[in-house]
């Protein structure tokens, strides 16, 4: 009959206390029960543990057992308690890939408070345009995903979650500020657009045959901005990327069918997300409906 850990706990339990009685009361057994596994160990082992019928002097044999299982039994135990916070949130890892906006004006409201909440879960954020964010859930490279689904794919489950505002971002002291809203492309005529990850979202024909010749791409929300500011050029933003970044830019809404993005979860389909991630999704979803005005977001979908 094959050793097994309920064994090995009533051998130490045994060893330590040096009785039967004592031994029994602490693993739950009966004293008979005791005494019958630790007639099965020594039959498996094939020589005695214990001098006498008393158990309260090992022999070296079974001096020999109770040094080589303490750390197998101790390791058991943490990580019996390890999954156990596991399960409560309480130990973990939240890998998130998500697009820019999200992660310089909704994350910064997010963390901290999950952070106070489950303080020893680990938290790794990476911004990226929405491709990339579709790219790294179907590879595998983190669990949730914050970003925009063009279409439909069969390997994702894609949960919206808001919708928010498109706009041109010029400097306050352009002329083109001005305006106060884009009606029609014809508006940015004649100026230089500097493309970024929305651009490449935008299935319109006229913004298009717009973006397509600029000289400029960038990625990164910040060095999109300062390139504004440096009078660089115009581009084309989320109402979201601007909070608490840019008092000194003018956002112009666009009032045309393009002038809204839906942003939502992306996770791999059929996957079970971990106790981290499920709380930390929750708690994103509160601050969504607490602060969607402050954020400026049109519409939540949830």
């Not at 850990?5 to 739950?28: C, M, P, T, Y």
């Not at 010029?170 to 940015?188: E, N, Q, T, V």
């Not at 999109?224 to 601007?242: E, F, Q, Y």
Request: charged share 25%.
């Amino acid at each position: 009959m094959p050793i097994g850990l309920s064994h090995l706990r009533v051998f130490a339990a045994v060893a330590k206390s040096g009785s039967l009685k004592d031994a029994a009361e602490q693993v739950g057994r009966t004293v008979s029960a005791v005494s019958m596994t630790l007639k099965q160990i020594e039959t498996e082992i094939g020589t005695k543990l214990f001098e006498a019928d008393r158990k309260n002097r090992l022999t070296a044999v079974g001096r020999f057992m109770q040094a080589q299982i303490a750390d197998l039994l101790l390791h058991h135990e943490r990580c019996i308690a390890t999954i156990q916070a596991y399960a409560r949130t309480a130990v973990g890892r939240v890998d998130i890939v998500c697009v820019p906006s999200v992660a310089t004006s909704l994350l910064p409201i997010v963390v901290p408070r999950f952070r106070q909440a489950h303080p020893d879960v680990e938290i790794d954020v990476r911004d990226t345009d929405s491709d990339n964010v579709v790219a790294a859930i179907e590879a595998g490279h983190a669990e949730l995903g914050i970003g925009s689904l063009r279409r439909r794919q069969a390997a994702f489950d894609y949960q919206p979650l808001f919708e928010d505002v498109l706009g041109i971002v010029c400097r306050k002291d352009d002329p083109l500020a001005r305006r106060r809203r884009i009606g029609s492309w014809h508006d940015i005529d004649g100026r230089t657009l500097l493309a970024n990850g929305i651009s490449q979202m935008i299935d319109d024909a006229n913004f298009q045959n717009r973006v397509q010749p600029a000289p400029i791409i960038v990625y990164n929300v910040l060095s999109l901005l300062a390139l504004v500011r440096a009078k660089v050029g115009i581009t084309l933003l989320p109402l979201l990327s601007l909070a608490d970044l840019a008092p000194d830019l003018a956002f112009l809404p666009i009032e045309m069918p393009i002038s809204h993005r839906s942003v939502g979860l992306l996770r791999r389909r059929g996957e079970t997300p971990s106790p981290a991630v499920e709380q930390f999704v929750e708690l994103l979803k509160q601050t969504l409906r607490q602060h969607q005005k402050s954020l400026g977001i049109a519409k939540i979908l949830i």
